[in-house]
């Protein structure tokens, strides 16, 4: 008796780990599944889903080739729309932000609290609410169908968020800093560049990186603002070769998509120790 | 007798020679703006004040006045005015105007902390120390400008418009610039309440969008924590390669999925109708026909997608639970159970609290997925809404398909009172507003 008791505990325990790693197998499956049967849809050389299977017999990279090669593809095009306005939100945005939440930082200012409610709050609505007005208003300034008008709305609608994020980590590195520096004589932005920026570098790559990315993965601002098909953005060019009614194209969808999801995802899955604690961070303490 | 008496006065108090002074004065003075302060003979001050106030009249009066004028009347001549470009100019013109109101304010405020200081012994600063001292109190408004501008236009700006519009007439069939607006107060929102189509599908679209809201972000935390706890168990091996794995679909683009999981559920060629529910059950299922069906898709799918994040927040929680509570616990000889409840639980709310009321937030307004899935689909007859449209995706679809912008303005006003109360209590667990006294 006394030694079966240790057996059954083992057992149980061995059971345990079974049932463990069986869960985690499901779970890799239904996760693994819709990526990969895209990929495999993607290697169908048919253009429709009929009859297009996983594992398909007469596998071809014809849609990929049509991306790249074709007169009538716009891709390289979308690409090139997508980094223009990528690195220009990127740029931009983190600049602004970085300003603007080193003065919610460290500066006691008149207005200051309602300033910071004011980010709090527009901060909770989403852009969608205000799809009409974005559309009459890029339409009366001459922007609709253009990145200029797109990159400007990215850059406004990410400050107030953003600007918590960087706030929040700034108010974490110590006052005593810029006070010493302020003591031997710095200005201003002094202090600001040399000071505080470097050791920001941590939110800010993470921010600059959120507002990179942003563009690649939105469709729906470009599909309200941009028109004509060589203003696209990748989201939007792509989601059209599903959205036309007369030229539904799933497996070239899922060649084009593949192209763009297997960059973001290894950027996301290299950083996602950075991205996470910075988004962590800023949540509990912006 | 006045200058002997001044002259007495500065031999008495050497450090004053402006008791004198009156600050009232220098306030009344400043209705012209910049007078106040060239009376506190800071002169340069006062000289800028005044021309910048100056070329701001001049400039604008026109633009200001016909735009409020505009912002009135929203247009009187047919097919000449475009009541649009009337409402938004009106609105850009009251943007201005509070500016302004908010300037003249200060200018008054300026002139008569000024005068005080000077009543009290203050001398006028030179020339130079005054431009430091300007450029010191201004250069957090400097920092702040360039982000405030943006977000005043391109945020502020067109959530106002939203909000005037909710209050006119803009429908398919009266619609600029072939016609003109006109203001009809609540109209829209009593409509909204009384006429019944309007009621049954705002009332249906609200229940859905909670029901929707609620499932799919609790079920996404529910999966997350089970994983995160399943995952930290000290006997498994290979954790990095799990833990990459389950936060793959976080780092795979949403939109893709979304299009790739419409694809799956197809109800006629998509493989989870043919490869796995007909080989079981030897029958189909209407992924997109039938509304029930659809949102039990769409929760599944939300899950899918949203869980990767969260998992990821209680994973790091996790591993920096101290392992004593665990010894101390099992001491005391704690079920796995009671370890869960009062030591695991406890901690991973505390740390992830205000990021999980994001997650609510962000699927109430979770446009993309119900949009890519099945465009709101499937339609319901008698409503202008399809089955699985929440709030965001119907005010779209009657802004962009119905062309009914008063109707979609005024429920965006409703969503966004909705919001600002999840706002209001993300407020007050926010720490950075209860520690901003400790600064």
């Known amino acids: 008796?006394?030694?079966?008791?240790?057996?059954?505990?083992?057992?149980?325990?061995?059971?345990?780990?079974?049932?463990?790693?069986?869960?985690?197998?499901?779970?890799?499956?239904?996760?693994?599944?819709?990526?990969?049967?895209?990929?495999?849809?993607?290697?169908?050389?048919?253009?429709?889903?009929?009859?297009?299977?996983?594992?398909?017999?007469?596998?071809?990279?014809?849609?990929?080739?049509?991306?790249?090669?074709?007169?009538?593809?716009?891709?390289?095009?979308?690409?090139?729309?997508?980094?223009?306005?990528?690195?220009?939100?990127?740029?931009?945005?983190?600049?602004?932000?970085?300003?603007?939440?080193?003065?919610?930082?460290?500066?006691?200012f008149r207005g200051r609290k309602y300033g910071l409610y004011a980010f709090l709050l527009l901060q909770m609505f989403p852009v969608l609410m205000a799809m009409v007005a974005l559309y009459i208003l890029l339409n009366t300034i001459g922007l609709l169908d253009s990145l200029l008008g797109l990159i400007i709305i990215y850059i406004g609608n990410n400050i107030p968020m953003n600007a918590f994020l960087v706030k929040g980590y700034f108010d974490t590195l110590p006052q005593e800093l810029d006070e010493s520096a302020k003591m031997d004589g710095a200005g201003h932005f002094r202090i600001f560049f040399q000071i505080l920026l470097p050791l920001a570098k941590p939110i800010l790559s993470v921010v600059a990186l959120f507002n990179f990315m942003h563009p690649f993965m939105d469709f729906i601002l470009p599909r309200i603002v941009l028109r004509s098909p060589e203003n696209y953005t990748l989201a939007l060019g792509l989601f059209n070769f599903v959205n036309d009614q007369f030229s539904n194209n799933f497996t070239r969808f899922a060649a084009g998509a593949i192209l763009i999801a297997v960059p973001i995802a290894t950027v996301y899955l290299f950083l996602q120790k950075y991205l996470i604690s910075g988004l962590a961070s800023g949540a509990t303490k912006g | 007798m006045a200058t002997k008496d001044s002259q007495e006065m500065n031999n008495n108090h050497k450090r004053s020679d402006g008791s004198n002074h009156n600050p009232t004065f220098a306030m009344l003075l400043s209705i012209i703006p910049g007078l106040g302060q060239i009376y506190n003979k800071r002169y340069i001050k006062g000289a800028t004040i005044f021309i910048l106030f100056a070329a701001f009249v001049i400039v604008m009066y026109d633009f200001m006045s016909s735009g409020l004028q505009g912002l009135i009347t929203l247009g009187e001549v047919e097919r000449a005015d475009d009541s649009r470009i009337f409402l938004s100019e009106g609105i850009l013109s009251l943007i201005f105007f509070t500016f302004f109101l908010v300037f003249y304010f200060i200018n008054i405020q300026d002139a008569k902390r000024d005068a005080i200081k000077i009543k009290n012994g203050w001398r006028v600063t030179g020339v130079l120390e005054g431009f430091r001292n300007a450029w010191d109190a201004g250069f957090p408004y400097l920092l702040v400008g360039p982000g405030l501008i943006f977000l005043i236009f391109v945020v502020l700006f067109p959530l106002l418009f939203m909000a005037f519009l909710a209050f006119t007439n803009y429908t398919l069939y009266n619609a600029p610039p072939r016609s003109l607006l006109d203001w009809v107060g609540f109209q829209n929102f009593v409509n909204l309440f009384t006429i019944s189509e309007w009621r049954t599908t705002f009332m249906s679209v609200l229940s859905w969008t909670l029901i929707w809201t609620f499932m799919a972000t609790t079920l996404s935390i529910g999966l997350a924590m089970f994983l995160a706890v399943l995952t930290n168990d000290k006997r498994l091996k290979g954790k990095k390669l799990i833990r990459t794995v389950f936060i793959l679909p976080w780092a795979v683009p949403g939109f893709v999925t979304i299009i790739i999981f419409s694809a799956l559920f197809n109800d006629n060629f998509g493989a989870i109708n043919n490869d796995i529910i007909q080989p079981l059950f030897n029958n189909s299922i209407p992924w997109l026909t039938d509304p029930t069906w659809t949102r039990i898709a769409l929760i599944m799918i939300q899950v899918w997608l949203g869980f990767p994040y969260i998992y990821a927040l209680f994973t790091g929680v996790l591993q920096g639970i101290s392992g004593d509570w665990y010894e101390a616990a099992d001491m005391d000889g704690a079920t796995r159970w009671q370890k869960f409840r009062n030591i695991t639980f406890p901690h991973l709310m505390f740390a992830t609290g205000p990021l999980l009321i994001t997650q609510f937030t962000f699927n109430f307004n979770n446009f993309n997925i119900i949009y890519l899935f099945n465009e709101g689909g499937p339609a319901v007859r008698g409503q202008t809404a399809g089955g699985t449209d929440i709030l965001i995706s119907w005010i779209y679809n009657l802004t962009f398909t119905n062309s009914q912008y008063s109707m979609a303005a005024a429920i965006s006003i409703i969503l966004g009172l909705i919001v600002a109360t999840f706002a209001f209590f993300q407020f007050r667990r926010s720490r950075s507003f209860k520690e901003e006294g400790t600064y």
């Open chain 1, 1 to 108: 008796m006394a030694k079966r008791q240790p057996m059954g505990r083992k057992t149980k325990n061995r059971l345990e780990i079974a049932a463990m790693y069986l869960i985690i197998a499901v779970m890799f499956v239904i996760i693994f599944y819709p990526l990969l049967w895209a990929f495999g849809i993607s290697l169908n050389p048919s253009s429709n889903l009929y009859g297009a299977s996983i594992i398909p017999e007469n596998w071809s990279f014809v849609h990929y080739e049509w991306l790249f090669t074709s007169p009538r593809s716009n891709y390289l095009l979308w690409y090139q729309n997508t980094l223009v306005v990528a690195l220009s939100v990127s740029l931009i945005g983190t600049l602004l932000v970085s300003f603007t939440a080193y003065a919610f930082s460290r500066y006691r």
